[in-house]
């Protein structure tokens, strides 16, 4: 069973596909562009001995989870998520503690249970908090793509948009601060979260709380509030961008809409598009950043300033509404 299994659905995509055409020809001649890119989304291979590998068998708890998951990759059927936030990876040692502050994590394409749950240990490891998963679950690889797409260019929410919206809202409300950390797909989901929570009259006061950090970034657009901005001398929601490349994705992403993307953009020339095998490693040791950014500063448990956030700078189109 399929998303798109009604006659109203298939209505409504025929409807969206007229009304951003002009985006979705923008993106099909990005996609075009960098196709010579897209053999570098798996390699280097387990070229980082101090992370779990996605693509190694003994990263996993069983062979079992690892053949299922090649197997929800390659199947294309409806999945539930496995967790709403409820599922948490803890560190092995707490050296920070975590009572006034909440980390999220939303994964990537084509990502099972298993694999989001190794996403989550290794950014456990490396930040020392307990990182709560908000799962996307994958519906076979090759649809993940085209619901990114539907999600991206067709600005079509997906089915768990709001519900993690509602998520990052709760946790506003009775933590000082919530860091988003989101990778590939789940970039989409959190320029979502901004743009939401922006618009909530009610909640819009809490953004300042917010901050959001985007690897492998797929989104098009990354909005911040000028008002909010302008009074906190910084990025409101506070967001930070980390890409390869050499990363497909990153490059049809954040790279070809910097333009329209607030908050800075650290890249590294690096190929490689997975979380564990290509990003956490040099993340872990300031490589994209220069040991600069603020994310950096979170490493082993620490804890940054008022002084960490990056200078706040960005273009008019980032004002605008990209809904």
């Known amino acids: 069973m399929f998303p798109f299994d009604t006659p109203k659905r298939i209505k409504n995509l025929s409807r969206r596909l007229i009304h951003n055409r002009a985006a979705l020809k923008r993106d099909v001649l990005l996609v075009l562009e960098h196709l010579w890119t897209l053999p570098y989304l798996l390699s280097p291979f387990n070229s ?84 709560h998963l908000i799962h996307t679950p994958t519906f076979g690889g090759a649809w993940d793509f085209l619901d990114s797409v539907g999600a991206r260019t067709l600005r079509k929410d997906g089915e768990l948009s709001r519900p993690a919206y ?25 320029s979502y979260i901004a743009r939401k929570l922006l618009k909530d009259k009610k909640y819009r006061h809490l953004a300042p709380k917010l901050e959001i950090y985007c690897i492998a970034g797929v989104a098009d657009s990354f909005r911040v509030d000028n008002q909010l901005s302008k009074q906190y001398q910084r990025g409101v929601p506070y967001v930070e961008h980390f890409v390869n490349t050499l990363d497909f994705f990153g490059r049809i992403g954040v790279l070809a809409h910097q333009d329209h993307t607030a908050g800075p953009v650290y890249c590294s020339d690096r190929k490689g598009h997975l979380l564990n095998d290509h990003y956490i490693a040099p993340l872990e040791r300031g490589e994209y950043c220069n040991q600069q950014s603020r994310f950096f500063k979170y490493v082993d448990g620490k804890q940054p300033t008022d002084k960490d956030f990056a200078h706040h700078s960005y273009h008019a189109a980032n004002l605008r509404d990209y809904t």
Do not use: M
């Not at 990759?73 to 560190?91: D, E, H, M, Q, W």
């Open 48 to 131: 980082e001995t101090s992370t779990k590998s996605e693509l190694h068998w003994k990263s996993y708890n069983s062979l079992f989870d690892y053949i299922n998951a090649g197997f929800q990759i390659a199947v294309p059927i409806y999945r539930k998520t496995y967790s709403t936030g409820t599922l948490a990876c803890n560190p092995e040692h707490y050296t920070h503690s975590a009572e006034s502050e909440k980390w999220f994590f939303i994964n990537g394409i084509a990502t099972p249970p298993a694999v989001a749950i190794l996403n989550g240990a290794e950014l456990a490891r490396v930040f020392h908090r307990p990182i």
């Open 166 to 190: 509602d998520l990052v809202k709760e946790a506003l409300v009775t933590h000082d601060k919530v860091v988003l950390v989101s990778h590939s797909q789940g970039t989409i989901v959190a």
